[in-house]
């Protein structure tokens, strides 16, 4: 094998209690772990999923339907707490860590730990850029979706500091995870607030009043119900054009949306892509405007229709012909629209506007959107409800900035406290 593995290494970052210590070495894989095939499971374990998210996880836990039959689950692995799997996926996300007892698919490898040490500081590894790199880069056949087996993984080289540093490097990015479970789970608390806050806001299907209404339009009456021609004045369409490039356009460049703007319910306006083509620039129309909805009138079944709010005019950024932009008439509280139609309820409604032979591509004709029944209470209680929901929304976008952030300042982290293979000591 290789003598690089002999070769020390030291990382960017090292914690000060380590700094006089020695250089890391590096480890052949099948000098770390061992390939377990134990096939005789004990009645009554869960089956799990292997996932780049969430590990090894038994498969009632997350949204994972998948049948097995008696007769399969006989062929399948007992993985242990500690556990490592290597799944088909790999070589995208990393090599997955279980803290289940359970059985799994007999199509994945599973590696068990030698010797001593931390399995957290090797369930970070195993997950880093770099790793991930060396698979995608060294091992054969994982382009066409080909398993990572035990022999390419036992000739992989694993940076191995002494026992302690381990340790401290583990119980470092473990901390900064338990930060980034506990800002995912305020982003969740969040949405799920609105949710159940819209829930209430809004008249559930049959009544004409909200359960939950402001205190100063509590003796306001029942909402009515109005086709949203009432509230929009028009339904315009852009062009589209080649654009010759697949980047988005910069400030001082001209782009075209692309349907993914939208797609997710907020206005999303660096999904674009740039216009060079003097000759594509004269065909442009329908510049996106301010205080807009924006609609998919033409995708999949479960996107058409798909719909955003605009705050703000971006006047090199244009429609494609694929997309809507609502323009409001006066009196109307287009965040409040844009609450009713981007809700569930409001997507869900919609989509069964539309018609298509195709089971791939639908479309929705602008009668039967104008047509669209909406409920509505007043021009003020309109903008009192749009308000409040727009200053949740604002609440989850900062919380989601932080959780990227802290995601971000883990991926960096790794990158300085593993050392890399420029690394190598003369």
């Known amino acids: 094998m290789n003598s690089k593995a002999n070769h020390s290494l030291l990382p960017k970052l090292r914690f000060p209690e380590f700094r006089s210590s020695p250089g890391w070495k590096e480890q052949f894989g099948d000098k770390l772990f061992d390939q377990i095939s134990d096939k005789n499971p004990e009645p009554g374990l869960p089956v799990l999923a292997i996932t780049q998210e969430h590990g090894a996880i038994p498969r009632h836990m997350i949204d994972y339907h998948v049948s097995v039959t008696e007769k399969s689950i006989e062929s399948y692995k007992v993985v242990q707490v500690g556990d ?12 997955e860590y279980s803290q289940y007892h359970g059985i799994c698919s007999p199509a994945y490898v599973v590696l068990r730990r030698r010797g001593g040490g931390s399995d957290a500081y090797f369930r970070h590894y195993l997950k880093t850029d770099r790793l991930i790199q060396i698979l995608t880069k060294n091992l054969e056949g994982l382009r066409d979706g080909k398993m990572i087996s035990y022999k390419q993984f036992s000739e992989l080289q694993i940076p191995v500091p002494a026992s302690e540093e381990q340790q401290k490097i583990a119980d470092c990015l473990s901390s900064l995870d338990e930060l980034i479970a506990a800002q995912a789970r305020k982003v969740d608390a ?10 209430q806001l809004f008249p559930r299907e049959g009544e004409t009043q909200p359960r939950l209404r402001f ?84 995708n999949t079944p479960a996107l058409v229709g798909a719909n955003a709010y605009v705050g703000s005019s971006h006047e090199n950024l244009f429609l494609p012909d694929l997309l809507w932009a609502a323009k409001p008439r006066e009196g109307v509280s287009m965040q409040f629209l844009a609450f009713i139609l981007s809700s569930d309820r409001g997507r869900t409604a919609l989509s069964k506007l ?73």
């Open 84 to 95: 490592f799997i290597i799944s088909l996926r790999s070589f995208q996300g990393g090599i």
């Open 215 to 298: 205190p100063e339009f509590r003796d306001a009456g029942e909402w009515q119900k109005s086709p949203l021609s009432k509230f929009v004045l028009s339904l315009d369409a852009g062009v589209s054009v080649n654009s010759g490039d697949s980047r988005p356009a910069n400030k001082t460049e001209f782009g075209v949306l692309k349907t993914s703007a939208i797609t997710k319910g907020q206005f999303e306006p660096e999904e674009n892509k740039v216009v060079l083509a003097e000759s594509e620039l004269s065909r442009l129309k329908e510049p996106v405007s301010s205080d807009t909805i924006i609609m998919c009138r033409k």
């Open 354 to 426: 539309a018609k298509g032979s195709s089971a791939s591509m639908s479309n929705i004709s602008k009668p039967d959107v104008l047509a669209f029944s909406v409920m509505a209470p007043s021009a003020a209680e309109q903008q009192r409800i749009a308000d409040c929901l727009t200053s949740l929304d604002a609440l989850i976008t900062t919380a989601t900035q932080e959780l990227e952030t802290l995601k971000t300042h883990k991926k960096g982290l790794m990158q300085q406290l593993f050392p890399s293979a420029e690394a190598v000591e003369a």
């Open 190 to 199: 969040l949405k799920t607030h609105k949710k159940g806050l819209m829930q």
